[in-house]
């Protein structure tokens, strides 16, 4: 290990350590050796179980609290100074009185543990992009996450020497307390505290709460942005390579369109899909007048129902070695994994996530968690684009925003310009998901995708995309989708997965100014016949719906988008005038 020469690193560790009391304290240097002892040493105390080592080499199951299994956004909070900079859509808390509430929490709540110090770099380290963040933990569940999710260990610390910054993160399992849980932000110090939860994005803090909530809030500051986006690059046949970009909600496709297995007709025809990112990106604006994006991240924590060799081979075949597995079912015959969704036989002798014996014969009793989770490494994936791996940025051709909802929206609309694009991003709305607490199904809006990640006013979050709009020659042409359409018997109209590809076509083709498009008051929504429909079985009646803007159920949306708004407060004009065109539209 590298000795620490950073004395504000130095100093913040011992302030951690002399509020949590510890029993000692664990540099984390990355090395094998070390991964490995720790690895072994959660088996022997029951917090990890290894898998079939065989058929899933260097794999390891991991389960939560029944109450910690998905991200807390009532427990969530920004602490700022002033409860105006966090914005009428955040948990506000004054930062003192957050600071003085968590320190009681944190005082003690490592003893008899040890406290794990992990430098880590959300980017290729010392890349020009690259920020660095130390976690100060006493899980060593998030000691090996992290360690697939971000860059960890030595080379960090060498940054730090040379006198790198860093975002402080604290996060004590405690006594994983639903109570007592917080996730708070105090992004004026560059500090994240998490306390009484042991999952995912609650504690594995370089993810949602530094690269989102905090680098939302740089972002802003320093003229760059942090949103809740996937990365792919499409080859088309004649070798020309194009990036496209795209916020989904949680639990809303990101992991599944970064990793798209082309259909049959298009594959043949030499078109290829390439993963950059499924969950982060960071994005700046080029000498060229372009917008530029990079994944943060090192892996992929990803969930685990619904993926299979049909919806997700790439993800599926991410997921076989070096991967922790959080919530699923086990299968206890050989030791392997199961969710609901996969393509094989349930277990006939199985453990569900509750660690209950399971056998898949009361259907009413799920297996798995339905946001449990893989945790593997991006150098699995078998799409993974070799841009992945310099962590510079891709030149962004087409912004994609997306939600599930089950009317409404069409399949695919094109904005008339940026600002008109920064609206249709405004006014996204889509069904809630398990990947939070709370109810399931519930519409609600989730502009950009980054309700529950932007860390501060969201009417300033809007401001900030239209001016980065003012500072691009060359923007990215903006589109929103919709997989999730359903018919009247509730099934899914569109295919979705491989043949989501069709869209991001047609949109490519329309930043080349080349496929056909009908004006609505939404924007620009295909001709039937400029879609590429090749080997699909959807009637006319199913692409009417999939294509038309209805305008008497767009005068009801426009009822509730006036609502968010009035929510929202202030507003940028350019947001307002859209919305007032499409009133006058409808
Ligand atoms: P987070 O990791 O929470 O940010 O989720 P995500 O946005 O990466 O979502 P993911 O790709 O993991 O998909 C979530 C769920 O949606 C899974 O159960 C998928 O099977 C399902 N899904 C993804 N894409 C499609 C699609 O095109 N159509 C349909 N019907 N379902 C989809
Ligand atoms: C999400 O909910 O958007 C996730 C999972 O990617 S978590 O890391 O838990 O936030
Ligand atoms: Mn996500």
């Known amino acids: 290990m590298i000795e620490i020469k950073n004395q504000k690193v130095i100093d913040w560790v011992n302030e951690c350590a002399s509020l949590t009391k510890p029993k000692e304290i664990l540099w984390i240097d990355g090395s094998s050796e070390q ?11 029951g917090e ?19 109450k910690d299994v998905a991200r807390d956004e009532k427990r969530t ?10 914005g009428p859509t955040n948990n506000w808390v004054q930062k003192d009185e957050m600071y003085a509430k968590m320190r009681t929490l944190f005082d003690g709540s490592m003893k008899g543990r040890t406290m794990y110090v992990i430098p880590y770099s959300m980017g ?38 040379k006198g790198a910054d860093f975002i402080k993160c604290l996060h004590s399992k405690a006594e994983v307390n639903a109570e007592k849980k917080y996730i708070a932000h105090f992004p004026e110090d560059d500090t994240i505290w998490s306390i009484n939860s042991a999952y995912g994005g609650n504690v594995l803090l370089g993810k949602k709460c530094f690269a989102l909530r905090i680098g939302s809030w740089l972002g802003r500051k320093e003229g760059w942005m942090a949103e809740h986006m996937l990365i792919l690059c499409i080859e088309a046949p004649n070798g020309e390579k194009k990036y496209i970009s795209a916020a989904f909600p949680s639990a809303c496709g990101k992991t599944n369109l970064a990793m798209l297995i082309p259909p049959k007709h298009l594959q043949e025809k030499g078109y290829k899909v390439y993963t950059i990112g499924d969950d982060i990106a960071w994005r700046r604006v080029g000498a060229d007048g372009r917008l530029y994006a990079v994944n943060r991240e090192n892996g992929f924590f990803g969930v685990a129902p619904g993926t299979n060799s049909k919806s997700n081979n790439n993800a599926l075949m991410t997921t076989k070695k070096n991967t922790i597995y959080t919530n699923v079912c086990r299968n206890l015959d050989d030791n392997t994994v199961w969710w609901e969704g996969l393509d094989q036989p349930a277990p006939t002798n199985g453990e569900d996530w509750l660690g209950r014996p399971w056998n898949g014969e009361n259907a009413a009793e799920k297996g798995a968690h339905p946001n449990s989770r893989f945790t593997a490494p991006a150098e699995n ?11 510079e940025g891709v030149p962004i051709s087409a912004i994609i925003f997306g939600g599930r909802r089950a009317k409404a929206e069409p399949l695919i609309c094109q904005s008339r310009d940026w600002n008109h694009g920064v609206f249709l991003g405004s006014k996204m709305s889509s069904e809630t998901t398990a990947a939070a607490n709370g109810a399931v199904g519930v519409v609600r809006y989730d502009p950009m995708a980054m309700l529950p990640f932007c860390g501060y006013n969201m009417s300033d979050y809007f401001q900030h995309w239209i001016d980065m709009g003012k500072k691009m020659t060359n923007p990215p042409k903006i589109f929103n989708v919709n997989w999730f ?30 496929a056909d498009a009908v004006e609505t008051p939404l924007g620009y929504v295909p001709t039937k016949d400029s879609l590429d429909l090749e080997g699909l079985d959807l009637t ?12 008497e159920t767009w005068k009801k949306e426009l009822e509730g988008i006036k609502e968010w708004y009035a929510k929202l407060g202030r507003l940028p004009k ?13």
């Not at 991964?35 to 105390?45: Q, W, Y």
């Not at 890349?127 to 360690?147: C, H, P, Q, R």
């Not at 006319?540 to 038309?548: H, I, R, V």
């Open 381 to 391: 994936c078998p799409s993974i684009a070799p841009e992945f791996f310099t962590g």
């Open 540 to 551: 006319d009646q199913q692409l009417d719906e999939l294509l038309t803007v209805d305008r």
């Open 124 to 161: 290729v380290v010392g890349s020009e992009f690259a920020k660095i963040g130390i976690e100060i933990t006493d899980s060593i569940y998030v000691v090996l996450n992290m360690n697939i999710m971000t860059r960890i260990g030595d080379p960090v610390i060498e940054e730090l020497n």
């Open 48 to 66: 990890l179980i290894k898998l079939n080592e065989e058929k899933l080499p260097g794999c390891y199951y991991y389960r939560t609290d029944p």
């Open 485 to 514: 359409r359903k018919d009247d018997e509730g099934h899914f109209i569109w295919p979705g997965f491989g043949d989501n590809l069709r869209a991001l076509l047609w949109a490519l083709d329309r930043c080349d100014g080349k």
């Open 574 to 586: 350019e947001l307002t005038d859209s919305l007032e065109r499409l009133e006058n539209e409808l």
């Open 35 to 45: 991964l490995e002892a720790l690895r072994k040493e959660a088996c022997e105390t």
């Open 77 to 86: 909070v920004i602490a700022t100074e002033r409860r105006e900079d966090a």
